[in-house]
């Protein structure tokens, strides 16, 4: 005997109906459970990519590998740069030093280097005759050429007597070293200019007197 006997066809029919919801009812309430139970699983896997904070401690590890080795190097580089420049200091000064002491030396008072010497001899010179004893000028001409002078006029000088040998120049100009260059090689003196050849021609002014010797020889 059913549970059904005894009932109408109609109330029969509304409980297969409503044993139907209710094995539809449980079927997706298993269902609901199942899937429930799949995302609480698949939670944690999701959740648990923890490898952010790996790879967040990846960076740290590139910094400070980097960090160190940029660190040292600088000090390490800075230093011999240093020493370096220093070092050359001393080198450039020292030689400065004994260089320096030699190069004063042909600076002396009184001394011509030897460019300064040549140079001197192509200042002009004018070698004039005071003096009664014929081509004494001629033959003073032919010495100081004969020693590299640069002797441009040979004459006479009739304006007055000068009292011994003389090399005449202008004060202030190439003259003056080129006079007493010349009196001292061929032993006379050497005085700035008088009036009397004041406004003569440029050069030295060589007047000749009895006491030069031919040959470059003052006499006594």
């Known amino acids: 005997m059913s549970v059904f006997s005894g009932l109408s066809r109609p109330l029969k029919a509304a409980g297969v109906a409503l044993i139907g919801v209710a094995v539809v009812a449980a079927v997706i309430g298993g269902v609901t459970v199942l899937n429930t139970s799949g995302d609480q699983n698949a939670g944690p896997s999701t959740s648990g990519e923890p490898s952010a904070p790996g790879g967040s401690s990846s960076a740290p590890s590139s910094s400070s590998s980097a960090a160190p080795s940029s660190a040292p190097s ?56 005071n003096s009664l004893i014929k081509h004494l000028a001629e033959q003073a001409a032919a010495d100081f050429r004969g020693s590299g ?24 100009t190439d003259e003056e070293a080129a006079a007493k260059q010349l009196a001292k090689e061929f032993g006379f003196q050497a005085q700035p200019r008088f009036d009397g050849i004041q406004n003569s021609s440029p050069g030295v002014i060589v007047i000749i ?12």
């Open 74 to 129: 600088s000090p390490a580089s800075s230093a011999p740069a240093s020493s370096s420049a220093a070092s050359s200091a001393p080198a450039s000064g020292q030689p400065g030093q004994p260089g320096g002491q030699p190069g004063q030396q042909p600076g002396q008072p009184g001394q011509a280097g030897p460019d300064q010497q040549a140079s001197n001899k192509w200042v002009t010179l004018r070698v004039y005759n």
């Open 149 to 172: 002078w640069n002797v441009a006029e040979v004459g006479n000088y009739s304006q007055g007597n000068i009292p011994a040998t003389t090399a005449y120049f202008r004060p202030g």
């Open 209 to 220: 007197t009895k006491d030069y010797r031919p040959g470059g020889h003052q006499g006594s």
